[in-house]
Nanobody, 124 residues
């Protein structure tokens, strides 16, 4: 079992930045690849970034590439999502997730453990 707790969400103006954190506890953190997803009201959950166990490889969809950066600190059992140049359409609940597969896929059903989510609201 892995327990994930997100923090760092909030209200920010368009063009601003936020950094989300996800603290993991339980099993060995390095056993898992990590992903960030988001879900806006009435929309499906969307992949916004993934990172391999050692942080050497990261993956992003085109919608956030160049604006969002995922990273992890294995000594702190924490994964981060740095979000820059935020847009109103980035407004959503953001979730971190852990997967025991070898690569961080973009499909939510590839992840076995989820945090409770943190709200990000970007005002125009």
């Amino acid at each position: 079992q892995v327990r994930l707790v997100e923090s760092g969400g909030g209200l920010v103006q368009a063009g601003g930045s936020l950094r989300l954190s996800c603290a993991a506890s339980g099993r060995t953190f390095t056993e898992y690849v990590m992903g960030w997803f988001r879900q806006a009201p009435g929309k499906e959950r969307e992949f916004v970034g993934g990172i391999t166990w050692n942080g050497d490889n990261t993956y992003y969809p085109d919608s956030v590439k160049g604006r969002f950066t995922i990273s992890r600190d294995n000594a702190k059992n924490t994964v981060y999502l740095q979000m820059n140049s935020l847009k109103p359409e980035d407004t959503a609940v953001y979730y971190c997730a852990a997967s025991y597969y070898s690569l961080p896929g973009s499909a939510s059903d590839q992840y076995q453990y989820w945090g409770q989510g943190t709200q990000v609201t970007v005002s125009s």
